[in-house]
């Protein structure tokens, strides 16, 4: 029963089918879920810094029952996203209404869409790449796969790294230099890929003309069978779910920096260049993306089984908290600027 604590992560499509069920202030259910509900949560259950005997890595490992629990996310996401479709192509929403609505289905995709897919682009086998690729279309974030894993991975907590946030930077900021980045970092990455192969820009291996295009058709489909009333609040929930990964981007690895050693080249990627969150609840409803410094030290390592390190820089609150705590600059610099090393603070 243990192991299904992860089944927590599937209160955010919870709190959305409220939201689109509902009318009024019930839009934001899945703002006032995650960023109201889930802190206060958090403050009551508090940490957990317990890793996993060398025993139960190699069980929990190799169980299928996590790797479902995974899979369930994009029959539920594509559901309730075809909902919301569905409801906003015949019902009268106020301006109020179809902000709230948009939040919380953007923040749905954000955390059981783009956050899932990441999980499963970092697998072998050729469903789950499948799969990540498939729940990174309706964020119009495709590019993202490419970008994240031959990218931000090699480059993260360098100055090269658009996904790194800088010492002093805002999330607002990092939200236009992190997108504009990753994305032509991406295209750059795509012809260095079909160099390598020997294949040209307009080759069928050009993974980021498909991603493009694909995206295009999704969003031509929308407009087909609903309207353009539809495909704007496609477009939007889009957006609001990449920037909502942004915002994780930014509190992730703000102001941490890989140096260089005396060679000239940047130190290898180590567990003090995440930050981390321990706190139990934000752990299970994001599949332990909080334990972000193990995901960088051995990317292919599955959710249930990443570890915590002491050495590993700790955010003083969970997830949720400390993205809600970056939309206020001024106190995010004064509570995270003391905690980041002294030699990384480079603006």
Request: with cysteine; proline share 3%.
């Amino acid at each position: 029963m243990k192991d299904l604590k992860y089944m927590a992560a599937y209160t955010i499509p919870l709190a959305t089918a409220v939201a689109i069920g509902s009318r009024g202030w019930l839009a934001f259910s899945t703002v006032l879920f995650s960023f109201v509900a889930l802190p206060i949560i958090e403050m009551l259950v508090g940490k957990d810094a317990e890793n996993l005997s060398s025993d139960e890595l190699e069980i929990k490992g190799s169980q299928k029952i996590f790797d479902i629990m995974l899979y369930l996310n994009a029959p539920i996401v594509f559901g309730l996203l075809s909902w919301a479709f569905i409801n906003v192509s015949t019902i009268e929403y106020s301006t109020f209404e179809l902000v709230g609505l948009s939040c919380s289905v953007g923040s749905l995709l954000a955390t059981n869409a783009i956050n899932v897919a990441h999980e499963l682009g970092h697998r072998k086998s050729l469903f789950d790449r499948t799969l990540s690729k498939a729940l990174y279309v309706p964020c119009l974030y495709m590019h993202f796969y490419i970008e994240h894993n031959f990218g931000h991975h090699l480059k993260v907590g360098t100055p090269e790294d658009g996904a790194t946030a800088k010492y002093n930077q805002s999330v607002y900021s990092f939200w236009v230099t992190s997108v504009l980045t990753q994305y032509f970092d991406a295209w750059k990455k795509q012809k260095e890929l079909l160099k390598k192969s020997g294949s040209g820009f307009f080759s069928i291996k050009n993974d980021m003309a498909w991603y493009v295009l694909i995206q295009l058709a999704y969003l031509a489909l929308v407009f087909f069978l609903f309207s353009l009333k539809v495909m704007v609040f496609a477009v939007a929930v889009g957006v609001i779910s990449f920037l909502f990964l942004e915002s994780i981007n930014y509190i992730e690895h703000y102001g941490l920096r890989r140096l260089k050693t005396e060679s000239g080249r940047y130190e290898r990627v180590q567990k003090v260049h995440s930050w981390n969150s321990n706190h139990s609840i934000g752990r299970i409803v994001l599949y332990e993306l909080t334990r972000h410094s193990d995901h960088h030290y051995k990317s292919s390592k599955k959710y249930q089984i990443l570890d915590c390190f002491e050495e590993s820089p700790q955010l003083p609150y969970g997830y949720p908290t400390s993205i809600l705590m970056s939309m206020v600059p001024p106190l995010w610099f004064k509570i995270m600027n003391p905690l980041v090393p002294e030699k990384m603070k480079i603006t």
